[in-house]
């Protein structure tokens, strides 16, 4: 059997890393499993849907390095979610209700007052054929519910129905359908809720295992059902944990909130984003991945938690760091010479200033100290300056090379007594403006011996 997993984002929004979450479990494992993944769009809701949305997801997946096996648009296939509706009214498993919101509402109150759950009462299945009319004639249109086969003779007694399934990730799991509400699949203007085309789309299209967040746990016990009701199989579910922001807070698509364009706008690695949209949550360590290969080998659904995990930027500040120190020129010239820098010492220069950058662009602020000039010159005492002039009097001879800070700083240190920190500290601050930042002895070649006399003196 060829494993077959779909990721199903409505285009409705950016996509977060809690969405990528989901689309990478899905990914990975189908990885492992020399499976196929379908990339599906959820896009019946037309109001809402919108094509740059979903764009935009296929342009943040390729950034991760997923490509999809096959795109599936929902809205292209309607004649397939209206064949099966159909065939589900024929058996008597979908019916029209009337409600308004304001008259559901109202049941939901009256039950609340006599501390009973907010369950549909299936009013609606008492309707004679004149009242529908009535409705009908009165300009209603009827939304459409599936009744769940949670009684024996009568829908009106409803009684505990237990569905059972074995999670991928979660272990067994139990959905009482006695305890819920008719879904409704279909709205009063004609358009479908998520449910059914994606039971549809899941069978029709051979999905063999379902992963996604945790969220839809309740919803699988109603879907596992709408399978059996259309005479499909169901799939393998798995459910995992989802992902909050720092505060505990549910990420979302609408707000933007850690999207994946403005992660990627804001110069993060792919493999850093994609490393911990995994590996939080997992039991053992989050390091930076090398590669998408690597981290299938790290996904096991057994180490996934069971309570959601927070995403806390340092970490992916962590992350970013780890793979940013390690990258190698190579993977780094293009965007270092639109920084400005010079092809031939563009080597020397990655090689000086990568162990201080956390993002690529970091790399831009040691530009100007190395390739230009200094916005200011340094504010050092009437002493340091002193000291800093008279160093500059010992630069040693001929063109800068790797061991010359180490000669210069031997003799300065022999001339003045000074050692440590009250040594380098003035001369890192008149040659760079900072108190921090790479080795003296890598960026000193680069700054050359003009710079480096004028900054001196
Ligand atoms: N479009 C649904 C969502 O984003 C898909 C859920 C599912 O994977 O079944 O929640």
Redesign the pocket.
């Known amino acids: 059997m060829t494993v077959i997993v779909?990721f199903?984002?409505?285009p409705t929004g950016h996509l977060h890393i809690g969405n990528l979450r989901?689309a990478l479990f899905n990914w990975l494992f189908a990885a492992n499993q020399g499976g196929r993944f379908v990339l599906r769009f959820?896009d019946t809701d037309t109001e809402r849907s919108r094509r740059e949305f979903a764009d935009m997801i296929e342009t943040d997946l390729a950034w991760i390095g997923i490509g999809p096996h096959a795109v599936i648009h929902q809205s292209e296939r309607l004649d397939h979610y209206a064949a099966a509706a159909e065939r589900l009214k024929q058996a008597g498993l979908l019916y029209p209700c009337y409600e308004t919101p304001d008259e559901l509402d109202r049941k939901r109150k009256r039950l609340a007052a006599r501390n009973l759950p907010p369950v549909y009462g299936r009013e609606a299945l008492r309707l004679s054929e004149a009242e529908k009319q009535a409705f009908e004639a009165e300009g209603r249109r009827a939304h459409w519910r599936f009744l769940l086969p949670n009684f024996t003779s009568d829908p009106h007694s409803p009684q505990r129905t237990e569905i059972h399934w074995d999670d991928l990730i979660r272990g067994p799991q139990t959905v009482d359908l006695g305890s819920l509400s008719d879904p409704v699949l279909m709205r009063a203007d004609g358009s479908y809720l998520?449910t059914l085309p994606?039971i549809v789309d899941d069978g029709e299209t051979g999905v063999t295992h379902?992963i996604?967040?945790d969220d839809?746990v309740t919803?699988t016990g109603v879907q596992i059902v709408l399978f059996r009701a259309l005479g499909l199989d169901a799939p393998v579910f798995g459910h995992h944990n989802l992902l909050t922001a720092i505060g505990g807070e549910g990420l979302s698509k609408r707000t933007g909130a850690l999207s994946l364009k403005s992660l990627r706008e804001s110069g993060y690695e792919p493999m850093a984003v994609a490393s911990l949209a995994v590996l939080v949550g997992l039991s053992g360590s989050i390091e930076a991945m090398p590669d998408l290969g690597a981290l299938a080998e790290r996904l096991r659904f057994d180490d996934v938690s069971p309570s959601a995990s927070k995403f806390d930027p340092a970490e992916l500040d962590r992350l970013n760091g780890e793979i940013v120190h390690a990258l190698p020129y190579a993977a780094v010239a293009g965007r270092l010479a639109a920084m400005g820098v010079p092809e031939d010492r563009g080597g020397m220069f990655w090689q000086a200033v990568r162990g201080n950058c956390v993002k690529v662009a970091d790399a831009g602020g040691w530009v100007p100290v190395v390739f230009g000039d200094l916005p200011d010159k340094p504010a050092l005492s009437g002493d340091e300056r002193a000291f800093v002039e008279a160093a500059g009097e010992l630069l040693p001879e001929g063109d800068f090379g790797p061991e010359t800070w180490r000669e210069w700083t031997g003799k300065v240190k022999q001339a003045t007594g000074r050692k440590g920190k009250p040594l380098f500290m003035p001369l890192r601050l008149a040659l760079t403006g900072l108190d921090h930042g790479p080795e003296l002895a890598a960026l000193l070649p680069l700054i050359g011996r003009e710079r480096t006399i004028a900054r001196l003196s």
Do not use: C, E
């Open positions: 779909r199903a984002p409505s989901t959820d998520y994606s379902v996604r967040g839809h919803n």
